[in-house]
């Protein structure tokens, strides 16, 4: 029960013990087409180029920033937290020049703010975190590609920790490259990161193509642009494989690929509305469960994730000595805090196959039982009425 | 029977269905240390730097050059099939100025070639290429480490075809790093990469340490050298969550994790003697093989891959229609060819799970069924009567 990864489906580890195929096996290839169709609808969008980068859920942030970034491109960033700043760290690595629209952490950046901020800086990508669980907030995205758009800017968002557990509108924000991981609210592992990326997007990137030796072909057009300066993160030449043209470029993981399509699976079996209400119920019922046994939750309530809550290590309690009472007296972990929230928070998480009734009032009951053998008495069994009353 | 990827193991399927655990849990970081011990026995090295990559046998390649490549550093590549450019390709993304030491395909460069290379280029970085799968040409690498430290230079090679199937002897040949993958002699599917860091790389690569905001802490020193281009594969900061101070970068891939070590398992086991032999039996049975069929085996028997055998496709035969009814009437894949030797020879693996007597003899007598359908009549039964003997 922490902030991911999390216990994966039953469903995703049984398809993850496939026997295996060749990557260019008829069979393997139309797995591929129905990862991409699969998570089209997972990301709520009609985009094309819909597919797996294989690496966790960092790779597919990098793979987007390095092939939207050429060196010395203004790049706006958009941090309210640890994985806001750890754009700037690879927009630094991809040669970007950055301008940033921060906001405190447990805050989130007002759209009017970016607005702003695009109009005066005019940069060439926009770069944000959807839900940033270093803070537990969820950033407003509504807006952002009309405002990218009007200035000519690319836009991308980082949906780690909310793809499948709230809705990642890619279309409706005009986003035009979304990335997400499993290991999240996908109720998968982490190792496979699904992106998508909007037809101008893929123009852009195609103008930066420049297919490897060795496998080059007289039917591919080599960009005008400045070469993507990663081989392994080159969306040209990945797109390059998992479209028509089959261009060998990294071997597919075989079995993440599996693991990753029975995830959508799942997720669009029980229905995107569905699931987003599971996990919406089981925040709801985690914040008021937390609150019932007299804790301090943390951030504002308009702006929180439904998937993972902070609440305040209570004074005088030794924040690390309750998180390992928790796994070892009832095999349950909650996480710990990064940065300025570090030791002051515990983040208590409930996505993807986690995000369900019954683990939520343990959690609650197990946290109030180790805050007593820690010398915190709370009111007993008040957190588990609340959550269950708050569940609905 | 492609040149990978390959079956895998039904062991490691198994154990990439087992349960996740969160990437900090004791358990799990326990996990984590024996698959350094597992690998160093795989990699035949003492190195305390032995861990994975996650992502394919090409993320490793791009972890090792660049962390080992500062921009405009020389580096000298020995080149002698299409995984040779590959590292061409990475490198001159890296920013490293490229000399070459160059083989046909088919032919490796002699160890008095790479020798005289780096006395007289005195490269910052050798990089090379064990087997190449492209042209079936295991380069001898006895010798590398000396030339390189004698000159001041930093050694990196790619095993990705040849770990866990030929002798990769990281210790013996003073190599400084070198990668792997799964999907080809292990026995795994594709998605980690196997790494092991001699010490001297591995101080290098800290005078490049720049830890990403967010989560920098007081006792980790920053170096004074470039900061690496990618933070994905910044094997500094791999390395400080791999050691004792765990400090979070990426979310460990559990699932490929758990298949990794039970492939490093599995190897051991069997002993690596005893599975160099086992492939070394099935290579020579399948040269022996197509020998007696009376086809002609590409390249010279002194440097051949003991896991993937090149034959060239008989005049008049349509190469392509060969493969498919393998595939559509056998259920075997053989592999096609790159470059120089497209539409010229076939790649037969026989690697991991599949060097197996039966699966070289089913294999052998499958394709010359298929030929004589294609109306190629080769001497019926000649070749896996010729396969049964070699194998001993």
Chains 1, 2 share one sequence.
Request: hydrophobic share 45%; glycine share 12%; aromatic share 6%.
């Amino acid at each position: 029960m922490g902030p991911g990864p999390v216990n994966a489906h039953p469903r995703v580890l049984r398809a993850m013990s496939a026997d295996l195929l060749g990557q260019f096996d008829p069979e393997f290839t139309t797995y591929m087409n129905e990862v991409m169709a699969l998570y089209r609808a997972v990301f709520q969008t009609e985009n094309r180029w819909t597919f797996l980068i294989d690496g966790t859920a960092r790779a597919g942030i990098e793979a987007a920033l390095v092939s939207l970034i050429e060196p010395g491109a203004t790049v706006l960033l958009v941090r309210s937290g640890r994985f806001g700043l750890l754009l700037s760290e690879i927009v630094e690595r991809c040669g970007g020049n950055i301008v940033t629209v921060d906001a405190e952490w447990g805050e989130v950046v007002p759209m009017s703010a970016i607005a702003e901020a695009v109009a005066t800086h005019k940069p060439a990508v926009v770069a944000c975190v959807h839900g940033d669980t270093s803070t537990t907030m969820a950033q407003p995205l509504d807006g952002l590609g009309d405002i990218c758009r009007a200035h000519g800017a690319l836009s991308y968002v980082d949906a780690t920790a909310t793809l499948g557990g709230m809705a990642v509108e890619t279309d409706k924000w005009g986003a035009d490259i979304v990335t997400g991981g499993l290991q999240k609210c996908m109720g998968g592992p982490s190792g496979s990161a699904p992106i998508t990326i909007s037809d101008r997007a893929a123009e852009f990137i195609f103008a930066r193509r420049h297919t490897e030796k060795g496998i080059a072909r007289d039917d591919l057009a080599q960009g005008g642009r400045a070469r993507i300066g990663s081989n392994y993160f080159d969306l040209a030449m990945i797109m390059d494989y998992w479209g028509e043209k089959r261009l060998n470029h990294h071997t597919e993981a075989t079995t993440m690929l599996y693991g990753a399509r029975e995830c959508a699976r799942i997720v669009l079996g029980e229905g995107l509305e569905a699931r987003f209400a599971r996990h919406a119920a089981a925040g709801r019922a985690m914040t008021a469960g937390l609150r019932g046994m007299g804790l301090t939750v943390y951030g504002d309530d308009t702006h929180r994730m439904a998937n993972v809550t902070g609440v305040f290590i209570p004074e005088g309690v030794d924040g690390e000595a309750v998180r390992r009472r928790m796994r070892e007296d009832f095999e349950i972990e909650i996480g710990t805090a990064f940065g300025p929230l570090q030791g002051k928070i515990w983040r208590i998480g409930a996505m993807g196959y986690n995000a369900m009734k019954h683990k939520v009032l343990i959690t609650l009951g197990a946290l109030e039982a180790v805050l007593r053998a820690e010398g915190f008495a709370v009111k007993s069994g008040a957190g588990v009425d609340a959550a269950l009353e708050a569940w609905g």
